[in-house]
């Protein structure tokens, strides 16, 4: 058996041991992205898991990725109209479900993963021209993990096996640390979030599981040594603001106490300092794992109003920043509080209408009016809603690479046991990450364009790449003699600052560059317009 996505929305099964007849009608359409979607969907990618072949992952042209279980679904019959130009287009532009076509996905067939940030970040991304969508996905060799590379934006994995929901955007789950300072936190820990999810336990589980980790933390404060050498290096390197190399030490540290709420409050730190796509999301999650492991973190507290603020989050980060106040009322009147708080306020009443849907959304931050900008919104079914309010965050994150040019950019595990991350690069280069710390471990030029396709040799040490080059070219392990690479690229934190910048320069820019001109404002090193906004933030890691 095999199957096809196509750039119609469809995803057909095809199964050899069965005859082949060419009709009009197709009976072996698997799923119909367009029954939920809208005839603008397109399915870009998919892969089925080695060790669980009823599992089936679909990208789309969207941020969204689809896990289904193909043992609940049955090939439907899909007859087009005969009055159309060709077989798979649809009158007047309606969608599967105007039309009245039957839908064969059952409830539970599917599971939706997508990066927490990114479903309210739909229209700010077409606003810069840039698309989110999947340009390739693929299993684990162990068939735990899906990893994809989206375009537009970053490597991401998630782990289908322990799913995890998008962080809390408000604050009931850290209503222990001050209780009836909001109103809002007085609810029952299980009401629905204003992101979609829901927490099972309630409020005594949780506070009974924070109370152990703050145990825990109590009885291993002192990092061992050569996580303490790790985070002194990181430390001096952030004050010589080289955000990601102090990230990357951060992350080595972490690996070695990986129980350390220090270390995730810096990291915290150098995400928001940094600021590439994802980072003020990452650094939130790290505020995040910081405050469960110790409730009394000042920072990382702070630092979670700032990154909710900075997501334009304002409901949850006034509150946040209300109940930072009254837990920490030494710090109520300091300049950078009280900055915060005015930027809040603005924030909230310069924009009422908006405030209000950002802050009251009925527990739907996938709200898919976010999509699109035109007046004609796409046919997104009810259906299609709850999905995408139910979707599961990703594990891990890797960056340094530049996704934005061609739609069938890989991304693959490499490694006896999948232990590194590879992907190809807009700039002609490809990227190797380190899978558990996300540090780039090693940049090559592979092509003099770009790096479309990355493919391991499932037995021996060989990658075979290719991209806008007439070549294919094979890559194995070299003898340590001391000669050097022509092809790696010596300075990859460069390379990885000027691929964000690509990432986020003008169309226009990305063309010349793809051209072979050279733009001073992508490759020179520019000040930021809103520096000044981010020097409020309180980041001086501990």
């Known amino acids: 058996m095999f199957w096809s996505a196509a750039e119609d929305g469809t995803v057909m099964q095809f199964d050899l041991r069965l ?103 739909q229209l700010d991304f077409k606003k810069r021209y840039r698309a989110l969508a999947s340009t390739y996905l693929t299993f684990s060799p162990d068939g735990n993990e899906l990893l994809v590379n989206l375009g537009g ?18 604050l009931q789950c850290f209503a222990y640390l001050s209780v009836g300072i909001c109103k809002e936190s007085s609810k029952a820990c299980g009401a629905q979030h204003r992101n979609g ?63 350390s709420a220090i270390l995730y409050g810096n990291r915290a730190a150098g995400f928001m300092k940094r600021c590439w796509d994802g980072d003020l999301y990452a650094a939130l999650r790290d505020c995040h794992r910081a405050l469960r492991l ?49 930027d809040i306020n603005a924030a909230i009443y310069a924009t009422p209408e908006e405030g209000m849907k950002i802050g009251n959304d009925n527990g739907n931050r996938h709200s898919p009016s976010g999509v699109r900008s035109s007046n004609r919104k796409p046919q997104i079914s009810e259906q299609e809603k709850h999905w995408r309010s139910a979707a599961y965050d990703y594990d891990y994150r890797y960056c340094g690479h530049c996704n934005t040019t061609t739609d069938i950019k890989e991304a693959n595990y490499f490694g006896s046991n999948g232990q590194y ?45 290719s991209g806008i080059d007439p070549v294919v070219r094979l890559w194995s392990p070299r ?5 050097r690479d022509d092809r790696e690229v010596t300075d990859s934190e460069d390379a990885a600052i000027a691929n964000q910048k690509r990432m986020n320069a003008d169309p226009l820019e990305v063309m010349l560059m793809n051209m072979g001109y050279r733009i001073r404002s992508v490759f020179e090193g520019d000040e930021d317009s809103d520096g000044s906004d981010r020097s409020e933030v309180q980041c001086r890691p501990s």
């Open 197 to 259: 999810t829901t927490l099972a336990n309630g409020m005594a589980s949780v506070t009974t599981r924070v109370q152990g980790s703050r145990r825990l933390l109590r009885g291993s404060r002192l990092l061992p040594p050569r996580a303490e050498i790790l985070k002194q290096r990181a430390n001096v390197v952030f004050e010589k603001q080289q955000y990601t190399l102090a990230i990357s030490l951060y992350n080595k540290a972490l690996q070695l106490a990986p129980d």
């Open 19 to 121: 005859p082949h007849s060419c009709a009009t009608a197709c009976n072996n359409v698997l799923i119909n992205l367009t029954n939920h979607m809208g005839k603008n969907t397109e399915a870009k990618c998919l892969a089925i898991n080695p060790f669980q072949p009823e599992m089936l992952a679909v990208g789309a042209n969207d941020p969204y990725v689809r896990l289904y279980d193909r043992r609940m679904i049955t090939p439907m019959t899909y007859t087009p109209e005969h009055n159309q130009r060709s077989p798979w287009d649809r009158p007047n532009g309606s969608s599967s479900i105007e039309l009245g076509l039957d839908d064969n996905l059952p409830l539970g067939c599917v599971q939706y993963l997508v990066p927490g940030h990114l479903p309210l970040r």
């Open 421 to 465: 991350i590879i992907a190809g690069s807009d700039d002609g280069s490809f990227f190797m990450w380190d899978r558990s710390t996300c540090n780039i471990v090693r940049v090559l030029r592979g092509d003099e364009s770009i790096v479309n396709c990355l493919q391991p040799h499932r037995t021996h040490c060989f990658l075979a790449t």
């Open 479 to 483: 003898p340590q003699d001391g000669r």
């Open 294 to 342: 110790d409730p009394d973190h000042l920072k990382a507290h702070f630092r979670l109003a700032r990154c909710l603020f900075e997501l334009q989050w304002t409901k949850e980060a006034a509150d946040c920043l209300k109940l930072f106040k009254s837990r920490f009322p030494d710090h109520a009147q300091s300049h950078a509080c009280e900055a915060l708080d005015r």
């Open 153 to 170: 934006e970053q490597v991401y994995v998630f782990n289908v096996n322990r799913s995890q929901r998008p962080e809390s955007l408000d």
